[in-house]
């Protein structure tokens, strides 16, 4: 009975802390499928069973001990009190549940001061208001051989995007960032020998569209953002970040320079021409270093599968269906 009511009492404290969890957080913190967190019938199922398991455990144990210390006075002549083996089986309990619980305080107090201290990490970017959705095309529609089927599909949507009611901005990109590290490859300067294999530096390399830096508050610190002029046919162009630009261009100018990278769609020998520098944000996660990056636009980078960014004046959820209708049309 005791077990049971515990168990009663926990599931209670999980139903509130789980309302103000949601309540707290839900709109100032961008927690990755936070709206699917949920007590289900399986999980307070779970919880009573376990509790009626556990007060079964912890009854009987000490039951079976305390019958053993009952047979242990009675041959010592009707002395009262446990045993000396029940007084160690107790003792070892206790020093096993103080232990456990110190292992879960610490790794809580741990969880704690870590999301604490991921909470003042400046990410480089403004997530606040922006919707995401992927999308991804393929087919015999879209295998021409410079894939400017897919980008027709992406800036017709993009077109569509931007005409829904609330839409502040929008664009596209290849991989999120902090979603994984995308394209990754090696690159070196057209202006400087070319490193041995191995030796060269490595980026992450991500086709976007016009407007992904302001859709997403990176500010662009030098040169221009990508336009409509960047073709398939026109000069290939890159923007690159700070990061980048002190490993590879310290105390000099870097727009207009080119950078050669290791990958499809720079026909052109001394590769990229630099454009522009924008500021630095985290790619894999707010635990790792900021590394490089390239950005290239999708027109002359162009690739199958594309995320939507859109920057909204309401509630960014309340734009899915505008969105998967100009995905659809």
Same mark, same amino acid.
Do not use: C
């Given at each position: 009975?005791?077990?049971?009511?515990?168990?009663?009492?926990?599931?209670?404290?999980?139903?509130?802390?789980?309302?103000?969890?949601?309540?707290?957080?839900? *709109?100032?913190? !961008?927690?990755? @499928?936070?709206?699917?967190? &949920? +007590?289900? %019938?399986?999980? #307070?199922?779970?919880? $009573?069973?376990?509790?009626?398991?556990?007060?079964?455990?912890?009854?009987?144990?000490?039951?079976?001990?305390?019958?053993?210390?009952?047979?242990?006075?009675?041959?010592?002549?009707?002395?009262? *009190?446990?045993? !000396?083996?029940? @007084?160690?089986?107790?003792? &070892? +309990?206790? %020093?096993?549940? #103080?232990?456990?619980? $110190?292992?879960?305080?610490?790794?809580?107090?741990?969880?704690?001061?870590?999301?604490?201290?991921?909470?003042?990490?400046?990410?480089?970017?403004?997530?606040?208001?922006?919707?995401?959705?992927?999308?991804?095309?393929?087919?015999? @529609?879209?295998?021409?051989?410079?894939?400017?089927?897919?980008?027709?599909?992406?800036?017709?949507?993009?077109?569509?995007?931007?005409?829904?009611?609330?839409?502040?901005?929008?664009?596209?990109?290849?991989?999120?960032?902090?979603?994984?590290?995308?394209?990754?490859?090696?690159?070196?300067?057209?202006?400087?020998?070319?490193?041995?294999?191995?030796?060269?530096?490595?980026?992450?390399?991500?086709?976007?569209?016009?407007?992904?830096?302001?859709?997403?508050?990176?500010?662009?610190?030098?040169?221009?953002?990508?336009?409509?002029?960047?073709?398939?046919?026109?000069?290939?162009?890159?923007?690159?970040?700070?990061?980048?630009?002190?490993?590879?261009?310290?105390?000099?100018?870097?727009?207009?320079?080119?950078?050669?990278?290791?990958?499809?769609?720079?026909?052109?020998?001394?590769?990229?021409?630099?454009?522009?520098?924008?500021?630095?944000?985290?790619?894999?996660?707010?635990?790792?270093?900021?590394?490089?990056?390239?950005?290239?636009?999708?027109?002359?980078?162009?690739?199958?599968?594309?995320?939507?960014?859109?920057?909204?004046?309401?509630?960014?959820?309340?734009?899915?269906?505008?969105?998967?209708?100009?995905?659809?049309?």
């Amino acid at each position: 009975l005791l077990s049971f009511t515990g168990g009663l009492l926990r599931l209670l404290v999980a139903i509130a802390f789980h309302r103000g969890l949601l309540t707290l957080v839900a *709109g100032r913190i !961008p927690v990755p @499928r936070l709206d699917q967190v &949920a +007590l289900d %019938v399986p999980l #307070v199922l779970f919880t $009573l069973a376990f509790s009626l398991v556990t007060g079964l455990i912890f009854g009987v144990v000490p039951a079976v001990f305390a019958s053993g210390a009952a047979n242990d006075a009675l041959r010592a002549g009707g002395r009262h *009190g446990a045993g !000396p083996r029940a @007084r160690r089986a107790l003792g &070892a +309990l206790v %020093v096993a549940e #103080v232990a456990l619980s $110190l292992v879960l305080l610490a790794g809580a107090g741990l969880l704690i001061r870590s999301f604490v201290a991921l909470q003042s990490v400046p990410t480089g970017m403004q997530t606040g208001g922006v919707l995401t959705a992927r999308a991804a095309v393929s087919g015999a @529609r879209y295998s021409d051989p410079d894939n400017q089927a897919s980008v027709a599909f992406f800036n017709g949507v993009l077109e569509r995007i931007s005409a829904i009611p609330g839409v502040q901005q929008s664009a596209a990109v290849s991989f999120l960032p902090m979603a994984g590290l995308g394209i990754g490859t090696s690159f070196y300067r057209a202006d400087r020998p070319t490193p041995p294999p191995g030796e060269q530096s490595g980026t992450a390399v991500k086709p976007i569209t016009p407007n992904f830096f302001k859709t997403m508050g990176i500010p662009l610190v030098r040169g221009r953002d990508f336009s409509a002029a960047d073709t398939w046919a026109s000069t290939p162009v890159a923007i690159v970040s700070e990061a980048l630009v002190r490993q590879q261009f310290p105390n000099e100018e870097r727009i207009g320079k080119g950078l050669p990278v290791s990958i499809g769609g720079v026909p052109k020998p001394d590769g990229a021409e630099i454009v522009g520098v924008v500021g630095d944000i985290h790619m894999v996660a707010l635990t790792e270093e900021i590394s490089n990056a390239v950005y290239m636009p999708h027109t002359q980078l162009p690739i199958g599968v594309m995320t939507f960014v859109v920057r909204s004046s309401v509630e960014p959820t309340s734009l899915v269906p505008g969105v998967a209708a100009a995905v659809r049309a």
